[in-house]
């Protein structure tokens, strides 16, 4: 029985995902797609999550390019910490821990802030008025988060190579100008591609799940918090599943 | 306009009205399963509704946007979207069914409703400031401005007070003239003098 339903619930999501990119399809004609709804969203998940993004990027590029000088200079080698910080941060880091902090902020609200409108039967009143539910809660929704996770993603790839050479400079002088240098001699245009085409489909896959889950509650408001959960480890999971399959896919081209 | 509703409420026999101007038809359903889905049906959120709603010959699926072109809906709790403030709630609809540049009409239109149901709430607010009959007064508001051909109501007396209930009442009594109403209650104080016919529905 439990296995039936885990595959009517996998249906439902296929479903569900199909219908949201239909929909985006017409995009320029549907008048359901709000715009409020969309500033509201990249508010939200975008801007609210700078300081958090921020002291996340400023941490982790300090510390690495710490410990990656410290070591490679123990080998003379102390030119590769541009490498080490193009591969780490901007191929990896900086698209996954974005992600990390956008599915704890902003999935979880997304999740839970539709749970609880099909429960006081908000979804109901919007269907009455003739709306469209996944164009006007999940498709705005869904442009607000890709659109805010690029941005978050892009910030938190400037603030973590700033911050490094801030912090490495305490401790042994750099001059800026070379290690900008250094830094763009090494990033390459594959990699500024990695690292947006990897927030574009974390942000789609965080508010495609957190949506479906929300819009699963039937009745109750106790399955909210059960349908957060599961939103949740859905999105970790998938988007370290596709992070590796994106790494990969570019790794074989390479 | 006519409403034919087949297979219902029993099999084998077809629910037909007769929807104009000036008719007010009481759906009295003591289980209040049906009347309400039935309701439900002709707005469109009522997936689970099997019978066929033929509106002047034409099939309810067959309408552009449902029936929400043509039905106007006020729930029994009166619903609002919680994340948007009293305005935004009353002109989402408006915007969608009119357009954006109609936003001078909406004002003008809202201040009237506004007198007629002399009510003074501060529009700016979240659904969740204002009390309950306030909010269902305002669902009231919301459904007119869309001007529908039909307005449906869903237990339309309830969390209304005594003196709420009969400024209710004497201002639906003045829209009867420009409106098809199809109520769905199981209050007597409706079926007493204010609808054309009572229907009553068999659990």
Redesign the interface.
């Known amino acids: 029985m439990k296995v039936k339903l885990e595959k009517k619930s996998q249906r439902g999501f296929f479903f569900f995902m199909v219908t949201t990119i239909l929909a985006a399809f017409g995009i320029a004609r549907n008048?359901?797609i709000n715009s409020?709804v969309i500033f509201r969203q990249i508010l939200f998940t975008g801007f609210e999550a700078l300081p958090i993004i921020s002291f996340i990027a400023l941490g982790i590029g300090g510390l690495i390019i710490l410990q990656g000088y410290t070591l490679l200079s123990n080998f003379g080698q102390g030119v590769w910490i541009h490498v080490i910080l193009v591969t780490v941060v901007v191929k990896e880091l900086s698209s996954i821990i974005t992600a990390l902090v956008v599915v704890a902020r902003s999935g979880t609200a997304i999740s839970t802030?539709l749970g609880?409108?099909v429960v006081?039967?908000?979804i109901?009143?919007?269907?009455?008025?003739?709306?469209s539910p996944i164009s006007y809660l999940v498709l705005s929704r869904l442009i607000g988060v890709i659109i805010a996770m690029m941005a978050l993603t892009l910030y938190f790839n400037i603030v973590a190579v700033l911050g490094g050479w801030f912090f490495s400079n305490i401790f042994n002088r750099i001059e800026f100008r070379a290690f900008i240098n250094d830094f763009l001699g090494v990033l390459k245009f594959s990699d500024v591609f990695m690292s947006l085409i990897k927030p574009v489909v974390f942000g789609f896959l965080i508010a495609i799940i957190a949506s479906f889950q929300g819009m699963s509650v039937v009745k109750a408001s106790t399955e909210v918090p059960q349908r957060t959960i599961k939103a949740v480890v859905q999105s970790l999971f998938l988007i370290i599943v596709l992070d590796i399959l994106i790494t990969w896919a570019f790794w074989s081209i390479a | 306009m006519k409403l034919q509703v087949k297979d219902f409420p029993i099999p084998g026999s077809d629910l037909v009205l007769s929807l104009e101007p000036g008719k007010v038809i009481l759906l009295k359903d003591e289980t209040y399963v049906k009347a309400e889905a039935l309701l439900?049906a002709l707005?469109?959120?009522n997936d689970s509704f099997e019978q066929l709603i033929v509106i002047d010959e034409t099939p309810i699926s067959d309408f552009p946007?449902?029936g929400?072109?043509v039905f106007?809906?006020v729930?029994d709790?009166g619903?609002?979207?919680?994340?948007l403030t009293l305005v935004?709630n009353l002109y989402?609809?408006f915007q969608?069914?009119f357009g954006n540049d109609k936003r001078e009409s909406f004002e003008q239109e809202l201040e009237n409703w506004m007198q007629v149901f002399e009510l003074k709430t501060d529009l700016s607010l979240r659904p969740a400031f204002v009390k309950a009959a306030q909010k269902k007064l305002l669902c009231y508001i919301r459904a007119l401005l869309?001007k529908p051909r039909v307005l449906l109501f869903d237990n339309p007396l309830y969390l209304l007070s005594s003196n709420e209930r009969r400024r209710l009442l004497s201002i639906l009594e003045d829209l009867k003239r420009d409106f098809a109403m199809l109520i769905c209650s199981n209050d007597d104080e409706f079926a007493s003098g204010f609808c054309s016919s009572i229907i009553t529905i068999p659990a």
């Open positions: 008048r359901h409020t802030e609880n409108m006081n039967r908000e109901d009143l919007l269907r009455s008025f003739g709306v | 439900e707005c469109g959120i946007a449902g929400s072109d106007a809906y729930f709790e619903i609002m979207i919680s994340n935004e989402l609809p969608l069914r869309l």
